[in-house]
């Protein structure tokens, strides 16, 4: 549970009238005409009145059970008879619970947020030591992302893969298009762990392999400049599975930014003009993550702890198959529901992850 000082309390009620006054003028900006006839800004202040209809109306519903539990308190410190006792008791209980609730949700809510938690994300995975099997586990993760972008309407995109011998990726690159998808995927950069009995293991013994996986924001044309007289384009024959054009059109693009060496390639498309969109929207987004990777690491070290720092060197999960078990390494969290997890049923973990990170903000800034 997320607990509270008196001063970020203080600063949370402040936080809340600010948001009431600007919940008002939005209301008001929304019933002019000429906002009304900008189809775009009308749509990015719905958005924000939308939001901040969700954030007042739990604070009133905290409001209400606050005022409920006073209420209970009361009639337990002066009433003397047996059951108007039990009833209040009953009350003070539920409405505990319900003010612990709506209190960490009201926090989550009024938490400083991420101007990039809106936007679509690159998944990238990578096939890390353990062989063949180490993209078969590669695979495995990318259907358990899938999984969960369905269950919540997402849609997810190939941009480009390297498959493995015997199945799965050596290194794979989805587009995953949904809503605040980064504010719901952004913990899960970092080194996975298996252990399993691999398909290829003939004495049944249980081996450890890894992948990487790596959650970008999706970067627009205006967060990063890319100078052509910057960037090296080439293009070959796409090789792999894709019918006959394969290996007998220049359709296959690869693109070295010589500033940096990064190197973006792209073949799933048949149209050379496509594959070179997506490489670029690739180079883009990786170029953004080593920006905002560059100021975390100018941050303290105090900061770089953050559940959410998204270091992809930092091994953070270990999934042991025999045991049914998930354990995260960065909040002490052990799931005994692995079979589940791997189907897409990510919701307990990427919540207690945002709970865990959103605990250690708060204690920032209440210090």
């Not at 402040?14 to 005409?33: H, I, T």
């Not at 410190?77 to 505990?96: F, P």
């Not at 693109?255 to 149209?271: A, F, K, N, W, Y």
């Not at 702890?305 to 045991?323: A, C, H, K, L, W």
Request: aromatic share 4%; with cysteine; proline share 2%.
């Amino acid at each position: 549970m997320i607990t509270l000082s008196q001063k970020a309390r203080m600063n949370t009620l402040d936080r809340l009238k600010s948001l009431e006054e600007r919940f008002a003028a939005l209301e008001g900006q929304l019933a002019d005409p000429a906002v009304a006839s900008d189809r775009k800004r009308m749509a990015e202040l719905g958005r924000e009145h939308r939001d901040l209809d969700i954030t007042i109306g739990i604070a009133r519903r905290l409001a209400e059970a606050e005022s409920r539990l006073r209420g209970a308190e009361e009639i337990l410190a002066n009433e003397r008879d047996a059951e108007m006792r039990d009833l209040a008791e009953m009350e003070r209980e539920e409405s505990e619970s319900q003010v612990a609730a709506l209190t960490e949700e009201l926090e989550l809510r009024l938490m400083p947020r991420d101007p990039l938690d809106e936007r679509n994300i690159l998944l990238e995975i990578r096939a890390g030591t353990g062989g063949e099997e180490a993209g078969l586990f590669a695979g495995d993760l990318l259907r358990m992302y899938s999984r969960y972008a369905e269950e919540r309407g997402w849609k997810i995109e190939l941009l480009s893969s390297t498959e493995g011998e015997i199945g799965g990726f050596r290194e794979v690159v989805a587009l995953v298009t949904g809503e605040s998808a980064y504010s719901v995927l952004k913990y899960e950069s970092g080194v996975h762990r298996v252990q399993r009995v691999p398909v290829t293991e003939t004495q049944g013994r249980i081996h450890t392999s890894a992948a990487t996986v790596a959650v970008l924001p999706e970067a627009g044309e205006t967060d990063i400049e890319v100078k052509d007289s910057e960037v090296r384009v080439d293009t070959m024959c796409a090789s792999g599975p894709g019918g006959q054009g394969v290996n007998t059109t220049y359709s296959a693009v690869r693109l070295l930014h010589i500033p940096t060496g990064m190197i973006v390639t792209c073949q799933d498309e048949r149209s050379q003009k496509k594959n070179l969109a997506k490489a670029m929207n690739v180079l883009r987004s990786r170029l953004l993550e080593a920006k905002i990777r560059a100021e975390i690491e100018a941050r303290s070290a105090h900061r770089k702890q953050m559940v959410g720092s998204g270091d992809r060197s930092e091994r953070i999960r270990t999934y042991n198959f025999p045991q049914n078990r998930l354990t995260d390494h960065r909040i002490n969290l052990t799931l005994y529901s692995l079979d589940r997890i791997m189907e897409g049923d990510l919701d307990d973990l990427l919540k207690a992850l945002r709970r865990a990170d959103m605990q250690k903000r708060m204690e920032e800034m209440a210090n």
